[in-house]
């Protein structure tokens, strides 16, 4: 009672806090871009609110001082100084008009410009899109809730290493503790987790760390469609459509990072075309934060920020070729200078703040180990990776003859129809798009279209070469196929492929979407509208094949939940929309129902944690952690549960099982009483495994009765008198005789 109090009364100043931090990246967005549509605001506010977020809790992480305390005056003053630079930096309305910048569109951000630059009229599909977006997102709380706040973490990654990133963080205020066997990783999307769980007593609100990245997933693919010429309805079936696979709905309740990987990417590639329509620099600016983000999510992303930046590179050539030939009625020294400033300062920019924003964990493996991508080249790396050619785990090395279906039924069963046919129809796609580009370029219209024209057959070239590069990722990323030799143990379970191609067949599907359009653009409207509630429907049939293959969630809590939430979010807007006094009221409402929600959650979190860990790895070790805080050396890869719902143990996890002298020796310079090993025999390659039998050999380890038979639970006694235990060690030597 006295913990969920506590966390009550944080709830409250985190969420002044959190609104101080978002409603001035709300006003810094306004002040750069005061003609943006609604779900451009939603972009860039993201972003920019994540950004603050990120880069605060790097430098008081950095050094040494990761805690609420002093987290968020930092995050608070960072909002106030972006907001200043910008006042101070701002581009002349006149320069606005001039270079075509103007973004207008109706209210709700529904209809925009389209790669050429116009802006297209109201097309009175504002109300559906409002009914599509309440209806995903009451839909997506009630999950979140109901599977993600009211439950308890299972997913295999996040119990290795997502949340244990998090605690270590705190427990040693640093960003730098070495105590998780895969400290040397990027953790972005791990850090904007520690916001949500650094002021409170557990990680109860952990579930929410993916909540922004669905923000700016969904609002990223609906600013780059539109970018691209999408209008009308399509933009937000595209986004309902990238939203629909299994992976999505697994990570929106857990720590994981690939949806992280994907957004980031989209979101960034939405900032290029941007850019290379307006020229503006804060485009750019945005940008840089995208691609630093992208850098810092997984070493598995920097490939896919490669991708990106080849991207970025192409189109700036495109717009640099346009600044340096477009005439001017400037005298030719103040036109040079300008060119050179306009062509120059956006990419700076863009470079320092991706620097500023992905490349710290490269900073700081270089400075610990030497490496920025340890443990890749170090003497290190035999044992971090276990398989010896990492090849044979890649789509494009296998050889095996049943790679290629069990792909597909991979992509069936994770993501769904729409995904597996925009992954068939990419070489159509790419005939098509081709042919479009060609003929467009050779049908050259009048002066005053060509440089809009330039551009907007530019960005779908870029696009074409981005599904090509972000499928050439795919192919090869490591670990895709298998972890153990010769089984293809991940591409029979289908999860791994698709949440490390969730890019690239989000690319896929929506360069099929943006093709499509062209190709049936000239039909008459009727036709126009039947494909499009065709292509709903098929959204529709792919969210409810999703919800039937889905086991481990609660779907009739969540729904009611979802039910509940969206019609009192429905009253709410209707009464604040009448009643302007009801802003202030609501806003008061909130600063009571979220301390008393996260009371709750508190609550359950404590009561509820050691009976669910228990039954997981079915033991009754985790209740026993409870008598006290513990120091426990974890030979496990799930490391998290022994933390306990305080994070009360501290957690030393080595990277391989080196031996009980060396396990000893750990305990010893750790100050640990307690080891932890589970068995892994059903594997070919495990770290831990040999000391399942060595510890229970060995006198100083006394194991204590735990009821499982997958776990150990031992006592470390750094005293032990060995010869005291003459008749014991013979017994074990007799047995190892035996055994030999």
């Known amino acids: 009672m006295t913990l969920a109090l506590q966390d009550a009364a944080m709830a409250g100043l985190w969420l002044m806090v959190t609104w101080l931090v978002a409603w001035s990246a709300l006003r810094l967005c306004k002040q750069a871009f005061p003609d943006h549509s609604l779900s451009a605001d939603i972009l860039v506010t993201t972003v920019l609110t994540v950004g603050i977020i990120h880069l605060s809790l790097v430098l008081m992480g950095a050094a040494g001082l990761l805690n609420a305390w002093a987290v968020w005056p930092v995050a608070v003053l960072f909002a106030g100084l972006s907001r200043i630079v910008v006042r101070r930096v701002r581009e002349r309305p006149a320069d606005t008009r001039r270079r075509g910048q103007c973004d207008r569109s109706d209210e709700l951000g529904f209809v925009a410009s389209s790669t050429t630059g116009q802006i297209a009229k109201p097309d009175g599909y504002a109300v559906w899109t409002m009914v599509i977006w ?46 998780s066997a895969r400290w040397s990783t990027p953790a972005t999307g791990e850090l904007i987790g520690a916001w949500f769980v650094l002021p409170f007593s557990g990680d109860f609100l952990a579930p929410l760390t993916n909540v922004p990245i669905f923000i700016l997933l969904a609002s990223g693919v609906v600013e780059l469609t539109r970018r691209l010429g999408l209008s009308g309805l399509w933009p937000h079936l595209v986004a309902i459509a990238c939203l629909a696979t299994h992976v999505t709905f697994r990570q929106s309740v857990d720590v994981s990072n690939d949806v992280a990987v994907a957004a980031f990417f989209l979101g960034g590639l939405a900032f290029t075309l941007r850019y290379l329509q307006s020229g503006r620099v804060a485009d750019a600016c945005l940008f840089g934060i995208c691609f630093g983000l992208l850098c810092g999510v997984k070493y598995f992303a920097l490939g896919y920020a490669a991708v990106l930046l080849g991207m970025w590179g192409l189109l700036c050539l495109f717009r640099l070729s346009q600044i340096w030939f477009r005439r001017s009625t400037e005298s030719g020294e103040h036109r040079i200078a300008d060119r050179w400033r306009e062509a120059l300062v956006p990419q700076v920019m863009a470079a ?14 270089w400075w610990m180990t030497g490496y920025p991508l340890y443990p890749k080249g170090s003497p290190d790396m035999s044992e971090r990776i276990l398989y010896e050619d990492l090849s044979n785990t890649t789509i494009l090395g296998n050889g095996d003859p049943a790679v290629p279906d069990l792909l597909i039924e991979a992509v069936w069963k994770m993501a769904g129809p729409l995904h597996l046919a925009a992954m068939a129809a990419i070489p159509a796609v790419m005939i098509s798009a081709s042919l479009m580009l060609l003929f467009a370029f050779r049908h050259r219209k009048i002066d005053e279209q060509r440089a809009t024209d330039f551009r907007s057959r530019s960005a779908q070239f870029v696009l074409i070469v981005g599904v090509i590069g972000c499928g050439c990722v795919w192919v090869i990323t490591p670990m895709l196929v298998e972890d153990q030799p010769g089984t293809l143990n991940h591409l029979r379970w289908g999860y791994g492929p698709v949440r490390y191609g969730l890019t690239f067949l989000s690319m896929s599907l929506i360069t099929m979407f943006v093709v499509g359009q062209g190709l049936v653009r000239k039909l008459p409207v009727r036709a126009n509208t039947i494909i499009a509630l065709v292509v709903g429907g098929v959204v529709v049939l792919q969210v409810g094949m999703l919800a039937t293959r889905v086991v481990r969630f609660d779907l009739i809590a969540a729904g009611l939940i979802g039910a509940n939430f969206g019609l009192a979010s429905l009253m709410i807007r209707v009464v604040s929309s ?4 009801f802003e202030v009221a609501k806003n008061v409402l909130a600063l009571f129902l979220v301390p ?31 008598d006290k805080s513990h120091r426990i050396i974890v030979l496990s890869n799930r490391v998290y549960p022994f933390f306990g719902s305080q994070r009360q143990n501290h957690v030393l996890q080595p990277m391989l099982y080196y031996g009980k002298d060396a396990v000893a020796a750990s305990c010893e310079a750790f100050g640990a009483d307690l080891v932890v090993t589970r068995v892994d025999n059903h594997k070919s390659l495990a770290r831990y495994r040999a000391s399942w039998d060595d510890l229970a050999a060995d006198p100083r380890f006394d194991e204590i009765e735990t009821g499982s038979e997958r776990l150990k639970l031992f006592r470390y006694y750094a005293d032990f008198n060995v010869a005291k235990s003459a008749e014991f060690s013979q017994t074990i030597s007799s047995e190892q005789k035996r055994a030999n």
């Open 578 to 581: 009448r009643f302007r006094r």
């Open 134 to 179: 309440w209806i995903a997102t009451s839909a997506y709380a009630g999950h979140v809730i109901g599977n993600g706040l009211l439950a308890f973490p299972e997913d295999w990654d996040t119990l290795m290493y997502h949340l244990p990133f998090i605690d270590f963080w705190i427990q040693s205020g640093s960003l730098t503790t070495m105590q």
């Open 596 to 626: 008393g929600a996260v009371f709750l959650f508190s609550q359950h979190w404590h009561e509820g944690f050691d009976e669910h860990f228990n039954r997981y790895d079915n033991t009754n070790a985790h209740s026993q952690l409870n």
């Open 352 to 365: 320092a703040l991706a620097l500023l924003f992905g490349g710290y964990w490269y900073l700081r493996n």
